[in-house]
């Protein structure tokens, strides 16, 4: 049985295809999609809706009905290449509640109509939005050269998208290691890095997404005056709806406790100051909802329920804490709550009967400063049942010193074992990875993120090899 965040939640049905719209804009995962032509047809698709003309309309449990019947505008697709692929359905309102909360958050719009840069692959939910805000903002998007021909997102490429921004209230998409490559490039090069900096500091915001970003990142970013805000949410949700921990203007979060779930580690994450703090899965309610996923009653019917007035409800894969925030610390857009995501469900890792979260792990790495990026899995194991296992890759300047080491191997080894040791210390002994490799980089998907399934075959790999 599901426990709730209010009683009386049914089970959402499906859409079905007879549902999409006859322009619906559909994007899946392994195909790369047109963005020219998608702007096309959210021009059609999204015609009357206006960001902000009618948010309070927007989160009321009757807008929420009308969502249910309204034509799905947008299909965003997974490639099932670890399973049956999941296509999630959103209205044109959906869309539209999403770029509503955006830009509430970012205030007064003095400077103009907001103008996005597209630096990520269109077929990619946050990709997607870029279009569809550009379009409900009435402006056109500049897209990159990355997204669009064979060549790699880079500081030059970044360079000449951002030399043809005509508005003064500008936003941009990132993964976290593009940012990490812009940052490291300006370090490396300090004329170019004066360029970079000052494209990076012309935008209203920096929204950060689809993979945690390191503390030291958020920390460089920081000290550079850019307003880099941190985004959590996914398909299901059009996007982003928790800001920097902030919960968007319009949308809901509940956390519901649950069996199985890991202890809150004690890295900092829970607020001292309040005892009221929720922890538990993660729930989001909302009129920027999905309507759940096209022909898949089953999938729909475990993620999407409905309340007896029409309020939808969308269960995530994620545990999360949240708290109470002190009026002066919170946006004004804001709903006054703090979300603090712990990991995913199955991110929860068992090794020796002890439960560990993956995500702790990753966050204990990545607090030392050779460290950029890390990951975490579990591996098999006939002792432990599971092995707790890492990759990290390292800060420029630490991997170019074991590189440039004869002594490089012993580096490398001494830094794995000063990693163990913080993550016991931390987190307790069994949160140690049996298995620590250091990669270059992180081999990724085609949006970007980092490919967990390349990486848990490299640590399967080598964990078998030692």
Known sequence: MINTPVPGLAPSPAPQEAALHPQAVQVRADQPADPHAMLGAFEQLLRGYVPGAESAEANSAESESVEAAEPIALVVGTSGSTGTPKRTALTARALAASATATENFFGSNSDGASQWLLALP?????????????????????????VTEPVHFTPEVFLQAVEQMSSARRFISLVPTQLHKLLESADADPHLGAEIHEALGSFTGILLGGAPASADLLAAASALGLNTVTTYGSAETAGGCVYSG??????????VPEEGMPAVPNIGVKPAHDESAQVGRIWISGAHLASG?????ARTAEHFFTAADGTHWYRTDDYGLLSSVAAPESNENCSGQRLQVLGRSDDVLISGGVKISARAVATVLEEHPSVREACVVGLPDARWGTAIAAAVTLVPSAGAATASSENG??????????LRARCAEKLGAPAAPKQLSILPDFPLTSTGKPDRAEIYSILDRDYRRG
């Open 122 to 146: 269109a077929h990619y939910i946050a990709g997607a939005q870029v279009l569809a805000r550009s379009v409900l903002a009435g402006t056109s998007p500049v897209i990159a050269r990355s």
């Open 246 to 255: 902030s919960v968007l203007p319009g949308v809901r979060v509940e956390l």
């Open 293 to 297: 996923y096209i022909g898949d009653t």
């Open 409 to 418: 191997t012993a580096l490398n080894e001494e830094l794995c074992t000063l």
